[in-house]
């Protein structure tokens, strides 16, 4: 049974983003969304993450068509099942850095893998106000919050924008990991077809859907 089923999806603001996308996927699979600035990428992802109802099409997760269900199991499967990393990462600027994680551990029972951490390369800022942390650490920061809930599927809007390659691979790395052991499922936006790659699916994103060609 696939995680995240997509079918059909079309949407427009002031012009028509894009119709007609569909795809599914299953545990441990990852996919990477590609596709020119303005396309329409973050909106395809607020769409399939449960903050945007499309023009039309459905999107299934975890065998529920997330716009058809009542708001109050919808807003559980954000709390409990869904991850986010938005593209602007919004993190309590005036909390250190572990509060930001604690909150989510919390929020969902869970609790702080500090192995996790460390492999963010974020072990020995925990206690640094994120304010005082640079864009690239307080990004993996917002990574391990999502992480710290324990998600079943985890959305991330170019999650590595900020951060040089090698950093980079370390954090693609850890979420590839992380889907392989939690039995997850990975939805990734990205500019970079070097980490695209690495997914088990990169698709780009055209007016008429999702193509395997820029
Ligand atoms: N809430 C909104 N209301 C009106 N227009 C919007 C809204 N959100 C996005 N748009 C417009 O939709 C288009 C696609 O935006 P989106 O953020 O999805 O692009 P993107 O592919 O993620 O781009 P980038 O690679 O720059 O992040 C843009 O023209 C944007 O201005
Ligand atoms: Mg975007």
């Known amino acids: ?72 199991d919808t807003l559980k499967l954000r709390r409990y099942d869904v991850g986010i990393i938005f593209q602007a990462h919004y993190l309590f600027k005036g909390f250190i850095a572990y509060e930001n994680i604690e909150l989510a551990s919390f929020l969902s029972d869970k609790t702080i893998d500090s192995s996790m951490l460390e492999r963010l390369g974020i072990a020995d800022f925990m206690h640094y106000k994120v304010g005082d942390l640079s864009g690239g650490q307080q990004q993996r920061i917002s990574i391990a919050r999502v992480l710290a809930k324990k998600p079943k599927i985890i959305f991330a809007d170019e999650p590595t924008g900020n951060l040089d390659d090698k950093t980079a691979q370390e954090v693609m790395n850890v979420l590839f990991e992380y889907i392989e052991k939690e039995n997850a499922t990975l939805l990734l936006v990205t500019h970079n077809t070097h980490l695209a790659k690495q997914c088990t699916y990169h698709r780009y994103l055209h007016v008429d859907g999702l193509k395997e060609e820029a």
């Open 1 to 72: 049974m696939p995680l995240l089923r997509v079918e059909n999806i079309s949407h427009a603001f002031d012009y028509q983003l894009f119709e007609k996308v569909n795809f599914s996927l299953k545990p441990k699979e990852s996919m990477a969304i590609l596709g020119v600035s303005g396309s329409g990428k973050s909106t395809l992802l607020h769409i399939c993450s449960t903050l945007l109802r499309p023009n039309s099409g459905t999107v299934t997760l975890f065998d529920k068509n997330i716009y058809a269900q009542h708001e109050n």
